[in-house]
């Protein structure tokens, strides 16, 4: 037992903080937003070259993986700097495209960051599919490789961008491992979602620290350290279920990664929002690119009623 | 990155699991906040002690198996998944028995520590007066230098189970003359039944004496009952307290038992979808509190020093502990009245919890702590 993140994990961890610090992630997020991809495109590369896609990928199919536990490492600096684009969605069809010949076609390009991928179940929206290369339906026979999207609708969270899959196209798999998709779709939130949460905090406790009013900073004021008190807790909590379920990998432990890293920050963007007041509230202050997506990812992959019902079910 | 405990540790709970099975008593122990369960449990402890099973992480010498942290873990997931009684002594062992072990004298210890494995010394804690809860340096009661030791003076209070234990361990001011109030302040252990020692009981919500007020009248002290130097309490004292909300206070075993228990509950209540939101919180927040507490302990044991992050965990346990009982009453309650019913575990236990956030320092001030150590806010007016 030794429930460590080891030495090359955290540099793996810092090298990609200190990657994603120097690339103006909000500049990045706000082209993405209004479908303007170069920039993305060219993050997507680099995240891809640092191996984080190559990890839920097998060797043999030119991947590092599958290896969960830095993969959750990456994604909750994915989510610290709101790296835009179908992440989650990519590393999830990775997890599906296992049959030998779907792998050997699309594996070794989603690895490289050559294509991103999308998936949905057959009628619900899609994240990012004007972008995805690859846009995977979950249809009723299978799992089907579909010939096109519809119209972009904007999502809550702005740099999401919403499509619904065409029916059809090419059945690729009859019988896909949707069950481990999912889960691997619920880590990679959990670990996006506590990344998110933690950048929130971050910024609050800066912004507190030097806001003042009545002659001192606010964050000299119980009433806000307090909140600010909880959703560390909350954060610091959800921190060992995300990295326990990618060690165990099971449905219940990735269900409560999931529920209890997107609750504490959905906390601490209500916090956030709070506590910076209304300039908390406009598009224009880079608050809003994380606030927005701690409520998506809340809801992506399963709702927090989902989630509790698969931990239940867990126990059963 | 690693959640297998190793075949070693895994034999070690084997082990203790058989033994917990076979003497477990199989009905509930009476109430340990009353003179007959004091009574009980202390049985109990000399039972378990007998076997080598009461302080399984203390040095052997002293009664323990010198067995390690992780082993301590994995004992109490055992201890409290066999419905093995509430630890009569929990004061004792989380809070002076490693004070001892950390600035004791070894006669201190060879002579303190056996007799607390065995439950033959029951412990209370006597740190808070009337004027001194949350701000403990605003503390009052003194002890005052005579030949061969002090004498005491003074009054203690919500100290719990001091009602029927037999010694305490707090803090007194020995030089009432220092320009800061947590300078001058003497660690020291003494009896209950001294002269000069009045207890009066203190009935908490339910009734039951779980603490009592403490009048003390010149009560004498020998010098070997002082540990540490005269003057160096407080700096001893926190480290005490940081054990006590850290890693020792609250057993994740413990509430990975309630939970289990809860779950349990809800399914023979015909599994309720109303409370199936909150039961699933239950075994998500043990489950956090386990992993959370293994990160700790492997930081722990890598070297790390744990520091202000302990008050993440006490504001964690209480609340979550609270959540858990309300819970199980809420279910109890759903078919009749049998939720208010005060003798019950479940009960029992919803009043013990209610305490969590108040003592070992308020939560209030465990989130200054996160505010202002953890997260660097600047400081108040307080203090």
Known sequence: MRFLLDAEQREFARSLDAMLSAADTPAVIRDWSRGERAGGLALWSRIAEAGVFALAVPEAYEGLGPRPVDLAVAFVELGRHAVPGPLVETVAAAALLRDPGPAKRFLPALAAGESMATLAPEGSYAVDGDAAALRLTLAADGLRLAPGHGPVRPSLDPARRLTRLLPGGELLVPDPSADRALRWARLATAAQALGVGLALLERTVAYVGQRVQFGVPVGSFQAVKHRLADAKIALEFARPLVLGAAVTMSPADVAAAKVSACEAAYTTARTALQLHGAIGYTAEYDLSLWLTKARALRTAWGTPDDCRAEVLRGRA | ?383
């Not at chain 2, 109490?76 to 009684?85: K, T, V």
């Not at chain 2, 006597?126 to 003194?142: C, F, I, T």
């Not at chain 2, 003497?186 to 039951?208: E, N, Q, S, W």
């Not at chain 2, 809420?330 to 029992?348: K, N, P, R």
């Open chain 2, 1 to 383: 990155m690693d959640l297998a405990h190793s075949p070693a540790d895994e034999a070690f709970r084997a082990e203790a699991r058989a033994w917990l099975r076979a003497r477990v008593p199989s009905e509930p122990l009476p109430s340990l906040e009353t003179a007959e369960g004091f009574a009980a449990h202390r049985a109990w402890e000399a039972e378990l002690a007998a076997a080598g099973w009461s302080v399984v992480n203390w040095p052997t010498r002293y009664g323990g198996r010198d067995c390690g942290l992780m082993r301590w873990l994995v004992f109490e997931e055992e201890y409290y998944a066999a419905g093995a009684p509430g630890r009569v002594n929990q004061n004792g062992v989380s809070l002076l028995a490693p004070t001892l072990l950390d600035h004791g004298t070894e006669e201190q210890r060879a002579r303190v520590l056996p007799s607390m494995a065995t439950g033959e010394v029951v412990w209370a804690q006597a740190w808070s007066e009337p004027e001194a809860g949350s701000d403990l340096a605003a503390l009052r009661a003194r002890a005052v230098r005579v030949a061969g030791g002090w004498r005491l003076s003074g009054e203690k209070t919500w100290s719990s189970r001091a009602a029927f234990a037999d010694r305490a361990f707090g803090l007194f001011r020995t030089d009432p003359d220092t320009p800061k109030p947590h300078q001058g302040l003497t660690y020291v252990m003494f009896d209950l039944r001294a002269p000069g020692v009045t207890v009066r009981p203190i009935g908490r919500l339910d009734g039951k004496p779980a603490f009592a007020e403490l009048f003390l009248d010149e009560v004498f002290v020998p010098d070997e009952d002082v540990i540490g130097e005269p003057g160096q309490g407080w700096r001893i004292a926190m480290s005490t307290a940081a054990n006590e909300r850290g890693l020792t206070l609250r057993s994740p075993g413990r509430f990975l038992s309630s939970a289990d228990r809860l779950h349990a509950l809800w399914a023979d209540r015909g599994s309720p979808e109303a409370a199936a939101a909150r039961v699933a919180d239950a075994l998500i927040g043990a489950r956090a509190y386990q992993l959370f507490t293994y990160a700790a302990a492997s930081r722990f044991l890598a070297g790390e020093r744990l520091g202000p992050e302990s008050s993440l965990n006490k504001v964690f346990w209480s609340e979550y502990d609270i959540a858990l009982h309300e819970t199980a009453l809420d279910l109890l309650g759903a078919q009749g009245a049998e939720g208010e019913a005060a003798d019950t575990d479940w009960s029992e236990g919803y009043v013990f919890s209610l305490a969590g956030p108040i003592y070992a320092g308020t939560n209030e001030i465990q989130r200054d702590i996160v505010a202002e150590r953890l997260l660097g806010l600047p400081r108040g007016r307080r203090r």
